[in-house]
C-alpha cells in the first residue's frame, strides 16, 4: 500500500500563486511517473501536468508557461508550482503516482491522494 499526503491548496486570487505538495510513502520499490490531475465540478478529471523519474514532464495546455512540475525523488515527493493562476485553475487537484511495488517485478501498480482545493477568486 502507497500513501500520499498533499498539502499546499487555498483560496488565492486571480494572477496569484500556490504551490502544491505531495509526498509518497509506504511499500514503494520505485516511482515511475509523478503527476497531477484536477477535476471542476460537473466536469472529468484532466492531467495537469505529470514527470517522470527522469524528469521529463508533460502540461496541459492551459497551463504550460504558469505551472511547473518538478520531484525530488529522494523524498517521493512531487511539487506543482502554480503562477499567474485564474478562475478557470478552481477544481480539487488530486496527486497521482505510477511506481513499482517490488525490485523483483517490473509490474506498475498506481494510486490517488485525496485531493487538495484550489480556488482562485476573480
Not at 515511475?32 to 472529468?44: E, F, T
Request: glycine share 10%; aromatic share 10%.
Amino acid at each position: 500500500q502507497v500513501q500520499l499526503v498533499e498539502s499546499g491548496g487555498g483560496l488565492v486570487q486571480a494572477g496569484g500563486s500556490l504551490r502544491l505538495s505531495c509526498a509518497a510513502s509506504g511499500s514503494i520499490f520505485r516511482i515511475n511517473v509523478m503527476g497531477w490531475y484536477r477535476q471542476a465540478p460537473g466536469k472529468q478529471r484532466e492531467l495537469v501536468a505529470d514527470i517522470t523519474r527522469g524528469g521529463i514532464t508533460n502540461y496541459a495546455d492551459s497551463v504550460k508557461g504558469r505551472f511547473t512540475i518538478s520531484r525530488d525523488n529522494a523524498k517521493n515527493t512531487v511539487y506543482l508550482q502554480m503562477n499567474s493562476l485564474k478562475p478557470e485553475d478552481t477544481a480539487v487537484y488530486y496527486c497521482n503516482v505510477r511506481y513499482r511495488p517490488r525490485a523483483y517485478s517490473s509490474s506498475e501498480s498506481d494510486s490517488w491522494g485525496q485531493g487538495t482545493q484550489v480556488t482562485v477568486s476573480s
